[in-house]
């Protein structure tokens, strides 16, 4: 058939109906229906399919529903099979040619769909044709051609696949059997060998992730990038610019090889529903396919318990099927909304969701009743399998109401990117199953969910340092340096007044800033960053500290000569209190050392070089916490655990001491000294009050002592301790803590919520959680009693039930306990172990502490 019509008595009309007329597949009623109301403005149309369109598995997956279908004969086209890389069906026009396919009926809705699937990287284009029924009934109608490009111009041999799907079509329709004969001879690329197969490498020892593991890495905000393909977790960095990251995000946080299966559809393996339905070599197939692309990572960073990853669809999905408008929904419809559904908790009184409050999640209930209120007063109250949440996502409003549980609940919830672009899909199918799905004004919002809206932004301080940046999570997708004519640099600071009622501490206050000020015919350098819009905004905040700057818009010109449009921050003229002054010498080293990195003028750089500067405190002049001669030696586990009478922590460490903090509750210190309670606080000053001159140590042992001593007379001077009380209580045990640290990290670094965390960052939660050993066969927790502990699997494994039957197992990075903690619910698993297992354990208050202070120490 290659470039060549298809020749057979099969070409003509009078042959051709009457070999079919003794076929049961084919009636004159079926052709009535075919051709009622398929005149212009009828609201349908007829299309003739050549390709895997014929096939209805291929069909149902791209959710297209024919009204109805009849075999028919195309005039005056030829079937070819073209391509780049993968050749398929194409319909080139060639007088007297003919050859057989499908005639569809569609409505004009599905019109428009094809369109999106044929027209896809512009390979299709709608093209007029003349279809001949079996009958010997002529119609006209659209047929899709391949457009002459770079993509469609070659032809080859199609897949043996695609050819099985063609042909499962043709018999599927009821087409000439011997054109189907032909059909299937057709030279084609035999499937490829197993053992040539590209797979994802799997080293020993890695962590065996849950659903909900899984679902965490959707790539939102601070959570990871995870996608897993036949049980493999392969772990992304791709920043918002990056031209994989589009293509990637849906795929984030779920495991995609049933979804690939079904797209990418084989008739030697079928459409299987579920992850147990499918033979190894179809995974494996998958799993080839996807990673022939290039843009994953080859190596795994984890396995799922696809075991569990099952029995959660299986207990979620018809759970998701009572929503009205997914009940019919088929099952591999729902998988990947059933999974990236992150389960909660939630005690009796807490607001789930509050009236006014921006919207980023969608809930469903599981267990457990909440009322409704709109204005302090109740309007509803909901139970097990209903769902609230939509209306802010989808009307990008705030809260409409307050939701709060009147019973310890269990809930499900989506965030906001997951919600929006899983439910967009869903809900047209609702609308194809004729289901009622709240989904107004989310096709809306979803068509550029994808887009990455971008502001240029003209830098000359110190966020042009990559340090500074990456410690305010702020990931610029392009820079280049560049000069503001008109402007010139200054470095202001508030007056001592201004500074003394400052909330941001003394230190913060007395540190220069950098400052472009209006001055005709100077110029200023510095470095333009192209932002998301939404980092501009926590910018925006953070230029905006109590006022002092304002966002204008100004020209640029980069070093070619370019001009461009660029946002910058200048002083509000309202702002009288920043005064010039000189610039630290920790903060022109950070300026200079950006500017560097990014090529700003070598001689702009040498002028800001020679600045003057205020010096770094001599070591003479240092402040310190002193030491009693006679203090005692306290372990880092008793500074975390250590709490008054009211469950506060006591202590906080720093530079091998430890400081008691007695301020009353409430004060503005003890507000803000808050997230370092309970903490050995030197290695996260370090990142956070960055130095050249010392760079940034992971490790505590790596510190020099003249970088701790710094340290401690920075956090002194920060005002958020009394300086007529500098005097530790006890001195730390810091080669035990180092030990420690060093044993427990790496465990921590398998659980999912942290492998995106860097070890500085897991280091508070280190220091707080004891070593717990369990023998084969003992019980860890027990369901229906309290919550008090969470728990994490160092090493060995266990098993969870649920009602004595298996619910999931744990390995090394897997946990447990929380869903009672946070929701101050009864166990609702019994966790025994399976083997000799070592445990790290949490108590219920630290766990909910630790993690409140990881936002705390963000938003610090």
Request: charged share 25%.
């Amino acid at each position: 058939l290659q470039g060549r019509s298809f020749s057979s008595t099969m070409g003509n009309a009078s042959c051709c109906s009457a070999a079919v007329n003794d076929s049961e597949t084919v009636s004159t009623a079926n052709t009535e229906r075919l051709l009622d109301d398929t005149v212009p403005g009828s609201g349908h149309e007829l299309y003739f399919a050549i390709g895997a369109m014929m096939n209805p598995v291929s069909m149902a997956n791209r959710n297209l529903t024919p009204i109805s279908s009849e075999p028919a004969i195309i005039q005056d086209y030829k079937l070819t099979y073209r391509g780049k890389v993968v050749f398929m069906a194409s319909a080139d026009q060639e007088l007297g040619a003919s050859f057989h396919g499908v005639l569809h009926k569609m409505s004009t809705e599905e019109m428009v769909k094809l369109d999106e699937f044929e027209g896809n990287g512009g390979m299709y284009a709608r093209t007029p044709g003349t279809a001949l029924l079996y009958n010997g009934t002529k119609v006209a109608c659209t047929i899709y051609s391949m457009k002459d490009n770079e993509l469609t111009q070659a032809i080859g041999l199609p897949d043996e696949r695609y050819i099985d799907i063609l042909t499962m079509g043709a018999k599927h329709h009821g087409l000439d059997p011997a054109y189907i004969e032909q059909l299937s001879k057709t030279p084609n690329n035999p499937r490829a060998d197993p053992k040539t197969f590209k797979s994802i490498r799997v080293p020993d020892g890695l962590p065996l992730f849950s659903g909900e593991d899984l679902a965490f890495g959707d790539g939102e905000g601070d959570h990871p990038q995870f996608v897993s393909l036949n049980g493999k977790v392969l772990q992304t960095n791709f920043s918002e610019g990056h031209p994989a990251f589009k293509a990637c995000k849906p795929m984030m946080g779920k495991e995609i090889t049933l979804k690939m299966a079904n797209m990418i559809f084989d008739p030697k393996f079928g459409v299987p529903e579920s992850l147990d339905e499918m033979v190894p070599e179809h995974a494996a197939t998958c799993e080839d396919m996807i990673m022939r692309f290039g843009f994953l990572p080859e190596e795994a960073v984890a396995r799922v318990d696809t075991q569990s990853l099952v029995a959660k669809r299986k207990s979620l999905i018809p759970l998701l099927k009572k929503i009205p408008g997914l009940d019919k929904c088929r099952w591999v419809e729902l998988v990947n909304l059933a999974d990236v559904c992150i389960a909660e908790g939630a005690p009796e009184d807490k607001e789930i969701i509050r009236q006014g409050d921006p919207g980023d999640k969608f809930y469903l209930l599981q267990t457990g009743t909440a009322d409704v209120k709109v204005d302090g007063k109740k309007v509803a109250t909901l139970g097990p399998g209903e769902y609230f949440g939509e209306v802010a996502l989808e009307n990008d409003s705030p809260r409409a109401a307050t939701v709060v549980a009147t019973s310890p609940c269990t809930l499900l919830s989506l965030s906001r990117f997951n919600y929006v672009s899983l439910l967009k899909n869903l809900a047209q199918l609702a609308r194809d199953y004729g289901g009622g799905l709240s989904v107004a004004g989310v096709h809306n919002q979803v068509t550029n969910i994808n887009d990455i809206d971008t502001v240029d932004w003209f830098c000359v301080g110190a966020m042009q340092n990559d340090k500074i940046l990456e410690s305010l999570k702020l990931t610029p997708l392009e820079r280049t340096p560049a000069k503001l004519a008109d402007y010139e640099l200054n470095f202001r600071s508030k007056s001592e007044q201004a500074r003394e009622a400052s909330s941001f501490g003394r230190l913060q206050s007395e540190g220069c800033f950098a400052s472009v000020d209006a001055k005709p015919g100077a110029s200023v350098h510095g470095t333009i960053f192209t932002m998301p819009v939404g980092q501009i905004k926590l910018l925006d905040g953070l230029q905006g500290q109590e006022g002092r700057y304002a966002q204008k818009f100004i020209d640029c010109e980069l070093y070619d000569g370019t001009k461009k449009k660029c946002m910058t921050f200048v002083k509000k003229e309202s702002e009288k209190d920043l005064a010039l002054a000189k610039p630290g010498e920790t903060f022109l080293e950070i300026v200079v050392e950006g500017a560097t990195k990014n090529g700003v003028e070598k001689a702009f750089i040498e002028k800001l070089k020679s600045t003057p500067t205020e010096p770094r405190t001599p070591a003479s002049k240092q402040k310190s916490f002193k030491v009693p001669p006679k203090a005692p030696k306290m372990r880092m586990l008793e500074v975390a655990s250590a709490k008054d009478a009211n469950g506060r922590h006591k202590y906080f460490a720093i530079n091998g001491k430890v400081i008691a903090f007695d301020e009353p509750k409430g004060s503005a210190r003890a507000e803000r000294i808050e997230a370092y309670l309970g903490t050995e606080i030197t290695i996260s000053l370090a990142h956070r009050l960055y130095d050249p001159k010392f760079q940034t140590p992971e490790a505590y042992k790596d510190f020099s002592e003249e970088h701790r001593n710094y340290l401690e007379d920075t956090f002194i001077r920060m005002g958020l301790v009394d300086e007529q009380k500098l005097k530790a209580v006890a001195t730390l045990d810091v080669a035990q803590m180092i030990k420690y640290r060093d044993e427990v990290i790496p465990a921590l670094k398998k659980v999912p919520l942290m492998m995106n965390k860097r070890r500085f960052e897991l280091m508070t939660l280190a220091d707080a959680v004891k070593t717990e050993k369990a023998s084969t066969g003992s019980i860890i927790i027990r369901q229906g009693e309290p919550g008090d502990k969470f728990y994490i699997v160092k090493s060995g494994s266990a098993e969870a039930k649920v009602d004595g039957n298996f619910a999931r197992r744990y390995e090394a990075g897997g946990y447990f306990g929380q869903l009672a903690l946070e929701s101050k619910a009864p166990r609702a698993a019994t966790v025994i172990a399976t083997s000799d297992t070592v445990l790290l354990s949490l108590e219920g208050n630290d766990y909910l502490g630790i993690f409140k202070k990881f936002a705390a120490q963000r938003k610090e």
